[in-house]
Antibody, heavy 122, light 107 residues
Framework: QITLKESGPTLVKPRETLTLTCTFS??????????VGWIRQPPGKALEWLVI???????WYSPSLKSRLTVTKDTSKNQVVLTMTNMDPVDTATYFC??????????????WGQGTLVTVSS | DIQMTQSPSSLSASVGDRVTITCRAS??????LNWYQQKPGKAPKLLIY???SLQSGVPSRFSGSGSGTDFTLTISSLQPEDVATYYC?????????FGGGTKVEIK
């Protein structure tokens, strides 16, 4: 059974850097074709994809946020860490991590973590 | 970026009704299209992948169709537990994008 859980601060100040950790079990991020993605959702709004990190350490970032995001993996700890710099109140959102796998080259997220709400406020 | 446009943004239907949600891509994405269901306060759940393949454990009243730029998610007989927001997601591009969501309510 695959599970994922996000952890990190619930409140950050404007201009600070956010660091979130996704701790997972039930799969290995060294297995071919596997990845972990981060997706966020502002309150009452739609999902927004942020980044994917693959088993081979390939990383794909959302073009609109690329300059502010960094993703790393620690295979031995079964963790993926997301950092987002220069936080702003518009970055207030629930941040999800999700297991990614490929079906005939189609990337899909299943399952997802429960999400963690991050509020940006002074 | 490939833009994904869903319609309608919300709908209200009666139990037992057939419900159809549309997702349109800004360019052809073949069948690289997934659908997710998000119930209030919960994480999204994969319903349909590759445009028409039903994820294991998902009730058969859910179905997906389409290819190219136009896709459809159908609930053949709406149930109370289907109250949720539904999102499409393309993976034709390595830069993934989601649709704006369709909120489904019971009339």
């Amino acid at each position: 059974q695959i599970t994922l859980k996000e952890s990190g601060p619930t409140l950050v100040k404007p201009r600070e850097t956010l660091t979130l950790t996704c701790t997972f079990s039930g799969f290995s991020l060294s297995s071919s074709g596997v990845g972990v993605g981060w997706i966020r959702q502002p309150p009452g709004k739609a999902l927004e994809w942020l980044v994917i990190i693959y088993w081979n350490d390939d990383k794909w970032y959302s073009p609109s946020l690329k300059s502010r995001l960094t993703v790393t993996k620690d295979t031995s700890k079964n963790q993926v860490v997301l950092t987002m710099t220069n936080m702003d109140p518009v970055d207030t959102a629930t941040y999800f991590c999700a297991h990614l796998y490929r079906y005939q080259l189609i990337n899909l997220f299943d399952p997802w973590g429960q999400g963690t709400l991050v509020t940006v406020s002074s | 970026d490939i833009q994904m446009t869903q319609s309608p943004s919300s709908l209200s239907a009666s139990v037992g009704d057939r419900v159809t949600i549309t997702c349109r891509a800004s360019q052809s994405i073949s069948n690289y299209l997934n659908w997710y269901q998000q119930k209030p306060g919960k994480a999204p759940k994969l319903l349909i992948y590759a445009a028409s393949s039903l994820q294991s454990g998902v009730p058969s009243r859910f179905s997906g169709s389409g290819s190219g730029t136009d896709f459809t998610l159908t609930i053949s007989s709406l149930q109370p537990e289907d109250v949720a927001t539904y999102y499409c997601q393309q993976s034709f591009s390595m830069f993934l994008t989601f649709g704006g969501g369709t909120k489904v309510e019971i009339k």
